[in-house]
């Protein structure tokens, strides 16, 4: 068998912009109320760090199994946004915040 050739998720800009996400994220989860952080907090910080932590994993796989951990990746991308409009809803983001997040 041949070897299949391998990602360096550090190069890939995709994953940059995840790992930035991620620490964004974990940014302004230090702001939310106390009550939040262990719910919604918890479910913004697991699947902010899934974005490029899929990614990473993902690499190091052949190429059709990398873009099966693409698509869980972007899966996460749409689930924190759906969060991200709870946080907004509840006034823990403001439209400023959530507006810069959703062009990453």
């Not at 299949?4 to 939310?32: C, M, P, T």
């Not at 913004?44 to 990398?66: H, M, Q, W, Y």
């Not at 924190?80 to 997040?101: F, G, S």
Request: proline share 2%; hydrophobic share 35%.
């Amino acid at each position: 068998m041949g070897t299949a050739k391998r990602h360096n998720y550090k190069n890939l800009k995709v994953w940059q912009l995840g790992i930035e996400i991620a620490n964004d994220i974990s940014d302004i989860l230090l702001k939310f109320p106390t009550h939040e952080r262990y719910d919604l907090g918890s479910q913004l910080s697991r699947c902010s760090v899934s974005i490029p932590s899929n990614i990473a994993e993902g690499s190091s796989r052949t190429d059709k199994s990398f873009s099966h951990f693409i698509d869980i990746a972007l899966g996460s991308s749409f689930e924190l946004l759906t969060q991200l409009i709870v946080a907004k809803h509840r006034k823990y983001i403001n439209e400023e915040i959530y507006n810069q997040l959703e062009k990453k």
